[in-house]
């Protein structure tokens, strides 16, 4: 049982850590709330497990029964944060429903998005997880496979349905789907990531987005003529 608490991992490589009791889990949360400032703030090797300790007002002891080891707990702490990145997206259907067309669709969308990646929070996250990629490569796979299943996928199949409808014309969703957050959410994402003091302005952001959609539709509106796939 105690080796299973140890190295037991799931199928992206993260800690299978067991569910604690009401007591443990109010102890196990004020742990992962202190550890998550200190792996932000200082990055993996340089966080200190005593001010880890510290600040969760739980012994050490205590943190190395719950999580194992610092590489187990910094692996649990970001896995868990992780998914919960695009907990206020709306989903893109939705906003394709709500709107008058597709552009608009597509500019609510990308601006919901972006400013949910530029909260200061989130791009702390992407530079600690870009900082220990090559020590944990599995943290940036669970990045990927969160951002699609929450994001990119459902882009996925609202471009195949709208292509099945004749409203554009999408050959190839998936690489649809990454050119158009390359050239709408990528460019402010990619600038604060290296620059994280350069202000998030809206005039600039709806600018930027407007025309990375209007680049978009360029590319895969429907062409005059057009019918529909055969």
Known sequence: MGAERQDATDEYGMPIIPAPGDAAARKRQAIID?????FLAEGYSAASMDVITNRSGVSKATIYKHFGSKERLFLA??????PKTYADLTPPA?????APDVRTALVRHTTELAR????PEIMLLRRLVI???DRFPQLGQLWYLVTYDMNNGPLVEMLTDLTAKGELH??????????????TVGIPQLVHTFAPATPVEDGE???TIGSGVDLFLARYGRPPGWHGPA
């Open 34 to 38: 202190a550890a998550l400032s200190e």
């Open 77 to 82: 702490v970001v896995s868990g944060v992780l």
């Open 94 to 98: 939705r906003a394709l429903a709500d």
């Open 116 to 119: 949910i990646l530029l909260r």
């Open 131 to 133: 900082g220990e990629i």
């Open 170 to 183: 999408v050959p190839d969703p998936k690489l649809a789907v990454q050119q158009l957050v390359a050239c």
């Open 205 to 207: 952001l709806t600018r």
